[in-house]
């Protein structure tokens, strides 16, 4: 009896794929309006932005800044950026999507709630949510976008 079930743990535990955790190892952010997709791996960079790691109401962390609601949507005229965050893996291991104005001092960070995204991180009932980006964040990803830029 005990082998057969360790035969069924066995048999669950090897067909269930989790990621393994491990430090953010490059940041990928695409978008319509850059001539080229922009590729962050320094890794003093990327050590700010754990894609383990989530806002609390005392600190921002990942991206973002801490909210304890989902904001409204920003306008669908600002561009939208795709935010891949890689940990030492060929595939992203999670997406979000970015959005700012040079009108306003922060952007917008949207969490889908995808199955790619829950089979990773799961963020306690915010997926789904448009929240502030970090300081942090902006100062590292808005000065690569805006030079990045497509000239019209």
Same mark, same amino acid.
């Given at each position: 009896?005990?082998? =057969?079930? @360790?035969?069924?743990?066995?048999?669950?535990?090897?067909? &269930?794929?989790?990621? =393994?955790?491990?430090?953010?190892?490059?940041?990928?952010?695409?978008?319509?309006?850059? %001539?080229?997709?922009?590729? &962050?791996?320094? /890794? +003093?960079?990327?050590?700010?932005? @754990?894609?383990?790691?989530?806002?609390?109401?005392?600190?921002?962390?990942?991206?973002?800044? #801490?909210? %304890?609601?989902?904001?409204?949507?920003?306008?669908?005229?600002?561009? +939208? #950026?795709?935010?891949?965050?890689?940990?030492?893996?060929? *595939?992203?291991?999670?997406?979000? /999507?970015?959005?700012?104005?040079?009108?306003? *001092?922060?952007?917008?960070?949207?969490?889908?709630?995808? +199955?790619?995204?829950? !089979?990773?991180?799961?963020? !306690?009932?915010?997926?789904?949510?448009?929240?502030?980006?970090?300081?942090?964040?902006?100062?590292?990803?808005?000065?690569? &976008?805006?030079?990045? *830029? +497509?000239?019209?």
């Amino acid at each position: 009896m005990r082998k =057969a079930v @360790a035969l069924v743990v066995a048999l669950l535990a090897g067909s &269930i794929a989790v990621p =393994a955790k491990g430090v953010t190892t490059k940041i990928r952010i695409t978008g319509p309006s850059l %001539s080229a997709p922009i590729e &962050i791996t320094d /890794s +003093r960079v990327l050590q700010d932005f @754990a894609v383990w790691d989530f806002a609390s109401p005392d600190r921002d962390a990942f991206i973002v800044s #801490y909210s %304890s609601t989902s904001l409204p949507a920003p306008s669908k005229a600002w561009p +939208r #950026y795709e935010v891949s965050f890689f940990a030492g893996t060929a *595939q992203p291991v999670y997406v979000v /999507s970015y959005q700012f104005s040079q009108c306003v *001092q922060k952007g917008y960070v949207y969490i889908p709630a995808t +199955r790619f995204n829950r !089979n990773t991180i799961i963020h !306690n009932g915010i997926e789904d949510w448009w929240l502030r980006s970090s300081d942090r964040w902006e100062s590292v990803a808005r000065p690569l &976008i805006l030079g990045r *830029q +497509r000239t019209p």
